[in-house]
């Protein structure tokens, strides 16, 4: 990363010209890596700043109405020239990328991206486990869940997405075993322990409880969606009327 490559070799320079003038070796090299912070600090800033900066355009492109897809992953695709010189940003524009194609349904387009999704992005790393598992990669699909979980394990929703692709392959013990984890991370989390208990009393899982971040991941069908999607259009068309009385 041209971040680091910078302030490492401007903190070398340095030290070597303070001993060229006899400072000792030991204040030679803490002046060296006082440079080295620095400037890591200061190009860090900057980039992350022209990033958000970015992310934020996209952002807003998303909830205008209509949203404006197109022009929101153009914005991100151009910050990714960032990804140079910043560790992990080009994993998070990538991440967020994929997660607009993905909850466009575009899954062919969404997939590259995904697989270059930054680690600690759940909701990216869950969109990347269901696509393999719908290529019918189940071992990459646990792999991915695996991975997340380790690092972002206090996401309830996260835990129940994957037992729910668990329980669609047919390894109901499996995803029986994800719940009981996932309980171990969040003792006391209402909506992992009622899935668990649906799924030892052989029935379905109830994701619906956890709103509409569970309906971005495409796991039921599209009259679902829908009918979802108008159920809550006529819920804050009654609260209007009611606040209008």
């Known amino acids: 990363m041209y971040n680091i490559l910078i302030s490492a070799a401007s903190g070398a320079v340095l030290s070597l010209l ?3 003038v006899k400072l000792p070796w030991w204040a030679a090299l803490l002046v060296g890596l006082v440079i080295f912070t620095a400037l890591f600090v200061v190009i860090s800033r900057v980039i992350m700043k022209k990033v958000m900066a970015s992310i934020e355009t996209a952002g807003k492109d998303l909830q205008a109405q209509p949203p404006r897809f197109e022009k929101a992953v153009r914005e991100l695709k151009d910050a990714l020239q960032y990804g140079k010189w910043q560790v992990y940003v080009e994993g998070q524009i990538n991440s967020q990328i994929g997660m607009i194609y993905y909850m466009k349904r575009d899954f062919s387009n969404a997939f590259p991206y995904l697989e270059k999704s930054f680690f600690k992005n759940w909701a990216a790393m869950g ?3 269901i696509c393999y598992m719908k290529r019918q990669k189940k071992d990459k699909m646990i792999a991915t869940f695996d991975k997340a979980v380790q ?14 692709c668990l329980n669609e392959c047919g390894d109901v ?3 029986k075993e994800v719940l009981g984890k996932g309980l171990k991370k969040l003792p006391g989390d209402a909506t992992l322990a009622d899935n668990l208990a649906c799924l ?6 109830k994701m619906r409880n956890y709103g509409d971040m569970w309906f971005q991941f495409h796991l039921e069908s599209l009259g679902a969606l829908q009918k979802h999607q ?16």
């Open 200 to 205: 030892e009393q052989g029935k379905k899982m």
């Open 151 to 164: 690092w972002n394990g206090k996401e309830s929703l996260l835990w129940g997405v994957y037992a729910y």
């Open 127 to 129: 969109m990347l486990a």
């Open 18 to 20: 303070l001993l060229a």
């Open 230 to 245: 108008m159920a809550a259009m006529g819920g804050r068309m009654q609260r209007r009327m009611v606040a209008r009385r």
């Open 173 to 175: 013990s499996k995803a």
